[in-house]
């Protein structure tokens, strides 16, 4: 307990000293895989030098279900050395979802987000790349429990 909790004040210390600078703004795509195809429209909003709000509209599926989602994460941004940050943050999703033959149903889900971005802006490039993981527990809906994807992003900042 005590590793722990010297550990999140070590990485808290380390956020005070050297917080990312967030991008105004940025748009693009997020690419998902596991058991099933997806992606997203994703947005994120500057909110500060080190926070943002990241807004999702996603799909996706396989051959026995099909998806939409919104999903919106609140992130704090540090940097690790010159365009490398990592970020992590909470969030929500709320979702409509469709099984086989049997009705759809809303889902809502509580959980956040963490990853690794490298923002192309240190090169004069207005691209920001970014890896990430989001777990999240779904309280509503026929898949209830904890569920998490990795994706891929992709944004043009302006």
Known sequence: MKKLFSTIALISLFGLI????????????????????????SYQQGMGDANRLELDLGFGGNADHNRMYLAGIYHWDWNITAGLNWFVGPGASVGFYHYGDNDGYINVALGGQIGLEYDFNTLAVPILLSLDARPMWDFLGDNSGLGWGAALGIRYTF
């Open 18 to 41: 050297a917080t990312a600078q967030v991008n105004p703004h940025a748009i693009g795509l997020r690419f998902g895989g596991g058991s099933s195809y997806g992606g997203e429209i």
